[in-house]
């Protein structure tokens, strides 16, 4: 004869598992009553041969009183604006301030009505401080349903998400992957911790055969708030260009204690014309150091690749054919 094993009761009257549900319900439902007024509707406009129509939708975030919000680049591709509708019914125009579709990111900015109210700027967090497991809650508008909510957790960290423009490729780094429902409708809306704060910019839904059921979303840390910042002032985002291709490599014993890392980034293409050419960078090199900084990865180089030295001399260091070799590059700016 079988026994049932009794669960535990708190002072209460409820179970444990009850108690539990109730505080992971008041926290989405927290995060959730935070979150939404600052989670904009987006319908976007394209042109055709009869005038101006509705061409897509996705979600955005409000990060400033004044009307700035964030979204994802591919929401707003090929358009200069739209309108915008909050969940208390208010609907606004919007207008494309700057996009950088290598890191999925866009701005826009809404007008400001004759007596409307302020709108409510979410609070930004640092998904660096995220860790696998951790509750996170989604803020969007699937399927054109306004104020939606889902919840999951992070359930992988350090993920890569390739991205292209016309003329170029990146990998976004370090994107957050989570089991929280997303769908159709969600990109450019919020991934939040459970104090609220927005961790994550909504990008993509994995399909199946690779992983139904999972999200990404572009993390929102320190170098996000760099390509926000220059989507503000400049409307696009500047990168200096190497030009090649490559991959991590691990360095033999010998040569990792005598150069002081451990791996470097073997050189597996190399662009016609590109600065890495016209500098005598060549196929099988080993990457170094780009101008004095070790790099070990393709993202560490990637890293580099910043505003700031574009059209600038730095020295790369390569080991080729058994030796450490120098050579001075001049950084193009990357096109397009």
Known sequence: ?????????????????????????????????????????????????????????????????????????????GTSGGSATFTDGSERDFEVVGTDPLSDLAVARVGAPAGSAILHAATLGDADDLVVGQLVVAVGNPLGFAGSVSAGVVSGLGRSLPTRSETASRVVDNVIQTDAALHPGNSGGALANSAAEVVGINTAV?????????????????????????????????????????????????????????????????????????????????????????????????GLMTAERVGRRVPVVVWRSGRQVELDVHLDELPG
Not at 224 to 243: D, P, W
Not at 261 to 283: D, K, M, Y
Request: glycine share 16%; charged share 15%.
């Open 206 to 302: 994995v399909g199946p055969g690779i992983g139904q059921g999972l999200g990404l979303a572009v993390p929102v840390n320190a170098a996000t708030r760099q390509v926000v910042a220059a989507l503000i002032s400049e409307g696009r985002v500047r990168r200096a260009y190497l030009g090649i291709g490559g991959g991590a490599r691990p360095l033999p014993p010998a040569l990792a204690e005598r150069v002081g890392r451990r791996g470097g980034v073997e050189v597996t293409s190399v662009v016609t014309g590109a600065p890495a050419g016209r500098a005598g960078i060549a196929l099988g090199d080993v990457v170094l150091s780009v101008d004095g900084v070790p790099v070990e990865t393709v993202s560490a180089l990637q």
């Open 1 to 77: 004869m079988g026994t049932r094993t009794e669960e535990r009761v708190g002072t209460d009257g409820r179970s444990g598992e009850a108690r539990a549900l109730d505080a992971y319900s008041e926290v989405v439902a927290g995060v959730a009553a935070a979150l939404a007024p600052s989670v904009a509707s987006l319908k976007v406009r394209g042109s055709w041969a009869g005038g101006v129509r509705p061409t897509g939708a996705g979600s955005a975030v409000v990060v400033a009183p004044d009307g700035l919000l964030l979204t994802s680049a591919h929401v707003v591709a």
